[in-house]
């Protein structure tokens, strides 16, 4: 009933910036909060930043000051602007949707997208 669809992976040099984007579509009746998670080779997936329908954010320590998430309520989007791309941050970056009202009632706590791939090079 819901999709994540993502954007704007790819390669990238050390100290350089890319951009994802995600999409969310269906019968979305609300989202309370959108964000983006990583998962790296061997690790497990892990928050990188996340930010509610009302604007709130919250940032892993190691992205502070680097990564910025926004929100389009009306438009069911979230992007991330990622800024000064070291190579710990590679990985498979994830879209979430959590805490999701359909508009026929259903409620689920969590979707996911495909996943997109974010790799930096030295």
């Known amino acids: 009933q819901v999709q994540l669809v993502e954007s704007g992976g790819g390669l990238v040099q050390a100290g350089g910036s890319l951009r994802l984007s995600c999409a969310a579509s269906?019968?979305?009746?609300?989202?309370?909060?959108m964000g983006w998670y990583r998962q790296a080779p061997g690790k497990q997936r892990e928050l990188v930043a996340a930010?509610?329908?009302?604007?709130?954010?919250n940032y892993a320590d190691s992205v502070k000051g680097r990564f910025t998430i926004s929100r389009d309520g009306a438009k069911n989007t979230v992007n991330l602007q990622m800024n000064s791309l070291q190579l710990e941050d590679t990985g498979v970056y994830y879209c979430?949707?959590?805490?999701?009202?359909?508009?026929?009632?259903?409620?689920?706590?969590?979707?996911w997208g495909q996943g997109t791939q974010v790799t930096v090079s030295s």
């Open positions: 979430n949707a959590h805490s999701v009202w359909t508009t026929d009632g259903r409620y689920s706590t969590d979707y």
């Open positions: 930010i509610t329908s009302g604007g709130r954010t």
């Open positions: 269906g019968s979305i009746a609300s989202i309370h909060a």
